[in-house]
């Protein structure tokens, strides 16, 4: 983690302050015991940075365990979503009409086929999770319109993801195809491979497709001249994420430029996910330090 600098950010307006919903429709396939409550989701927790509702004590333990060695990781939160919107709607605008998006996480408005339809209304999107309570919620707010699919899958076989139905039912594999990777291979271990991840879904996708992915790191934002790797701050983000159901890894900005594979990156390149073509002012350099992710978008030749 970057140095700790500033107090906590206040909650972002763009973010609902929205309560639980009831569980989804029948058709998600998951009773309520099969919710794993044990042990922290990296996606309950994420809901938890962002004001959601959707999470359980054990989340929200675990989280405040995060704030507390770093308290920015709320602005990283929103910084990142807000990244996801911005490259939506520039892909959308230039054309794309398909998304797939692996590690969604927990619903939360404006979702991918939400930032898509304000241009394109016939964009038809997949989201995939690994996490049941992501399918409870699903049919309220991620399938309830036509073109919009769910998967139960996780991002490291994504073999299964590819081969699922409901892809292959929604999903034009003869045509060009968002792939959205956001914040979700952080949680992948170096064992796991996430760059031959990467390369399976490029495998399936065709020419002029598109991978929009962030990553979180440990890294000082290079332009901060009062930046450092805060070792303690890391090693307790890390420690709260080894009970979790995925390990958290952090990656340097040329590790991540190395996951793209196949993908061209396109201008501005791997950068602080408010520094990828912002539609807005720009965070100074001490802000930019504490934002830990990195984002970037590429393209399939």
Do not use: C
Request: proline content about 9%; overall charge negative; cysteine-free.
């Amino acid at each position: 983690m970057s140095e700790q600098n500033t107090s906590p950010a206040a909650p972002d307006p763009e973010v609902p302050q929205i309560g639980p919903y009831a569980p989804g429709p029948a058709h998600s396939g998951f009773a309520a015991e099969e919710i794993d409550t044990s042990r922290p989701h990296p996606a309950r927790m994420y809901d938890y940075y962002l004001g959601g509702w959707d999470n359980y004590e054990v989340d929200r333990v675990a989280a405040e365990r995060v704030i507390e060695v770093h308290p920015q990781v709320r602005l990283s939160a929103r910084a990142n979503r807000a990244f996801l919107r911005r490259a939506v709607r520039e892909l959308v605008a230039g054309g794309i009409r398909q998304i797939i998006d692996i590690g969604t996480g927990i619903p939360t408005s404006p979702n991918p086929h939400e930032v898509a339809r304000e241009i394109a209304p016939e964009t038809r999107v997949v989201y995939a999770d690994n996490d049941p309570i992501v399918a409870t919620h699903a049919g309220a707010r991620l399938t309830n319109t036509a073109h919009t699919g769910f998967v139960l899958g996780d991002v490291r076989d994504p073999e299964a993801i590819l081969a699922h139905p409901t892809v292959r039912e929604l999903i034009d594999f003869d045509r060009p195809v968002a792939l959205l990777l956001v914040a979700v291979l952080h949680f992948v271990r170096d064992d796991e491979d996430p760059a031959g991840i990467i390369a399976t879904l490029a495998e399936a996708l065709p020419a002029g497709s598109h991978l929009v992915l962030s990553h979180a790191t440990d890294e000082p934002y290079e332009a901060y001249e009062g930046g450092r790797t805060d070792e303690v701050a890391r090693a307790g983000v890390q420690d709260v994420y080894k009970s979790a159901t995925a390990t958290l890894n952090l990656r340097s900005k040329a590790g991540i430029e190395r996951l793209f594979g196949p993908f061209a990156l396109l201008p501005p390149g791997v950068v602080r996910v408010p520094l990828w073509r912002p539609d807005g002012a720009v965070p100074g350099a001490q802000e930019l330090n504490n934002t830990i992710f990195y984002g970037a978008v590429g393209r399939k030749g």
